[in-house]
């Protein structure tokens, strides 16, 4: 059973430098419907993981690896995606309002809608 909790707070210490640190690997989890809201997971990689429908409002995703990921109807409003690799991501039907894309890498991305 996936312990998001545990998993988050692995990232944010490892991002900070702390002792027991660990960067988050999502590679392929199943997310759909997660509350993320505002979660710092710059870096973490979430290669086809599963957040379809998540509430990612906020989130920071800057550096992640979210290629192959499928993000449709996800709420990704106001979410840092500056230089996350978003290639070949399903971002169908995704709430991009006020989201930083800055030197994401979009390549054949599913932007839909």
Same mark, same amino acid.
């Given at each position: 059973?996936?312990d998001l909790d545990k998993i988050l707070a692995? =990232?944010?210490?490892?991002?900070?430098? +702390?002792?027991?640190?660990? &960067? @988050?690997s999502l590679c392929g989890a199943d997310l759909?419907?997660?509350?993320? &809201?505002r979660a710092d997971l710059s870096w973490a990689? !979430?290669?086809? /993981? +599963?957040?379809?429908? @998540?509430?990612?409002?906020? $989130?920071? !995703?800057? +550096? /992640? *690896?979210?290629? #192959?990921?499928?993000?449709?109807? $996800?709420? !990704?409003? #106001?979410? *840092?995606?500056?230089? /996350? *690799?978003?290639? #070949?991501?399903?971002?169908? +039907? $995704? *709430?991009? =309002?006020?989201?930083?894309?800055?030197? $994401?890498? !979009?390549?054949?991305?599913?932007? =839909?809608?």
């Amino acid at each position: 059973m996936l312990d998001l909790d545990k998993i988050l707070a692995q =990232h944010t210490a490892w991002l900070r430098g +702390e002792p027991g640190g660990k &960067r @988050a690997s999502l590679c392929g989890a199943d997310l759909r419907g997660a509350n993320l &809201r505002r979660a710092d997971l710059s870096w973490a990689i !979430l290669c086809w /993981a +599963e957040l379809c429908g @998540a509430n990612l409002r906020g $989130a920071n !995703l800057s +550096e /992640a *690896d979210l290629g #192959e990921a499928d993000l449709c109807y $996800a709420d !990704l409003s #106001e979410a *840092d995606l500056s230089r /996350a *690799d978003l290639s #070949e991501t399903d971002l169908r +039907e $995704a *709430d991009l =309002h006020g989201a930083n894309l800055s030197k $994401a890498n !979009l390549r054949v991305a599913n932007l =839909h809608g």
